[in-house]
């Protein structure tokens, strides 16, 4: 079957910039050419008009949390249920992302080629299956972890399809967001009955001990303070939020930190990138494997644990050592998290960012093309560097994610994204392979369809 889609402006995900009305010209699941309006003979082609609107690359997501089928988080958590995966995966496509990385770490090659076949979006997994990575994880919940889980190791893995090793470390068991939004709210609620947010469970976190995860850090007016914010005065003493957090946090701290190391000289065997979090509390870490040969994709180099100067900073050095700079876009820009906002906005107007992804952020994350479309209003990055970094550059980064994809170029696999230039989140049709499985912003039933 062939489409033109008809009339377009075109960011081809090459960093070029853009070309005006044009046709791009799709032949089974091939981009086949493009071509001023009218030079093109193609009669019985289905056209798509996307006269005034912007086509890109279908957009590739490196850092996604509750992509595929097994344990939830590299903690091991147990799973969330299919019909949860695949409306996570909806909500993905909807925003113009065609290819996912799960780096949920334990996930088996049966459980992704399961999710791939299931959904039309191409899903691909990491995994962070070492020795020190299963011992944190086993230490911190492993609630999702079978013996099947435990035995199939990141060689095994890598084997079967895997096409990195991550996301090393993780919030979860290295005292960062999950810990803030999941663990610690947990037992809080468990000991006093009352439902804590993450932010007040963060605050508290960070009073006990700071951003760098040190017991040293601990400060008693800060917890009083924290626990006056969160509603818990009289509920929970000062001794026993430090005893609750550090609980939480301390147990598979040093345990996950080793694993950082263990990963990359894993990756580096099996010649695949490393993905590892990138925090305050591993920023030591982090740098030492930057000085490594091992191809390292730093991610969430914007996490909010950074003071700005820090983190703009670490990513400088990190970047001179060869290190890929990956931003997430979290939840900062609905409302939820707009502190994170300069941050993200900083590293952009340094020329540090190399990939842009979204992570999870307790399932709230925002969509990378809205943080394309107010980072590039405020002037801190322009569109088509933005749109590369959301697509080309992650698939050069990551050889084995997405061939032949990441660029609208004859020869290229059809992974389209026709969206509004007033407001790039506003997607319209989403083609994937040379099918169209998005229209008019919905699902397309008889290409979008689940196995539910």
């Not at 009339?7 to 089974?28: F, H, Q, S, Y």
């Not at 086949?32 to 005034?52: H, L």
């Not at 979290?330 to 540090?352: C, K, N, Q, T, V």
Request: with cysteine; charged share 20%; aromatic share 4%.
């Amino acid at each position: 079957m062939t489409i033109v889609v008809r009339g377009c402006d075109l960011v081809d995900g090459r960093g070029t910039e853009p070309r005006r009305g044009v046709d791009v010209v799709v032949e089974g699941d091939t981009v086949r050419e493009i071509v001023e309006p009218g030079n093109g003979a193609y009669p019985s082609a289905e056209v798509v008009d996307a006269k005034g609107m912007l086509v890109i690359p279908g957009l590739i997501n490196n850092h996604t949390h509750g992509t595929a089928y097994g344990p939830l988080f590299p903690s091991g958590h147990e799973p969330l249920p299919r019909e949860q995966v695949n409306a996570n995966l909806d909500r993905h496509l909807l925003e113009g992302t065609t290819t996912v990385l799960c780096v949920d770490g334990f996930i088996t090659a049966e459980a992704v080629a399961a999710t791939d076949e299931a959904h039309p979006v191409n899903v691909k997994a990491a995994s962070c299956n070492t020795p020190a990575c299963l011992e944190a994880a086993t230490i911190a919940d492993g609630g999702g972890l079978t013996d099947v889980h435990r035995a199939f190791t990141a060689r095994q893995a890598v084997a079967e399809g895997a096409v990195a090793l991550g996301e090393i470390g993780a919030g979860h068991t290295l005292g960062g967001g999950g810990a803030s939004y999941l663990y610690i709210p947990e037992q809080i609620a468990r000991r006093t009955g009352v439902t804590v947010t993450a932010l007040q469970a963060n605050e508290l976190k960070v009073a006990v001990l700071g951003r760098h995860i040190r017991t040293s850090a601990f400060d008693r007016a800060a917890v009083e303070e924290a626990l006056a914010g969160a509603g818990l005065t009289g509920l929970l003493s000062v001794d026993e939020a430090r005893e609750i957090v550090s609980g939480v946090v301390l147990p598979a701290f040093d345990v996950a930190l080793r694993g950082l190391a263990e990963a990359a000289d894993q990756a580096r065997q099996l010649d695949v990138p490393v993905l590892v979090h990138n925090a305050a509390a591993s920023m030591t870490q982090v740098a030492a494997i930057a000085r490594t040969d091992v191809r390292l994709i730093a991610g969430h180099s914007n996490h909010p644990s950074f003071t700005t100067r820090e983190a703009v900073g670490h990513a400088e050095r990190l970047k001179e050592r060869g290190a890929v700079i990956d931003v997430s876009i979290l939840d900062s820009f609905r409302g939820r998290r707009p502190d994170m906002i300069p941050l993200l906005y900083a590293m952009f107007e340094a020329g540090l960012v190399d990939t842009i992804s979204t992570d999870y952020a307790a399932g709230h994350h925002d969509p990378i093309l809205l943080a394309i479309d107010r980072a590039t209003r405020a002037g801190v990055v322009g569109l088509p560097a933005a749109i590369a970094m959301a697509t080309s550059t992650v698939a050069d980064t990551f050889p084995g994610l997405a061939p032949r994809r990441g660029r609208i170029v004859p020869g290229a696999i059809a992974d389209l994204v026709v969206t509004d230039p007033a407001a790039l989140e506003n997607v319209g049709t989403v083609m994937i392979g040379g099918r169209i499985v998005v229209r008019e912003g919905r699902l397309v039933a008889d290409e979008a369809s689940h196995d539910r």
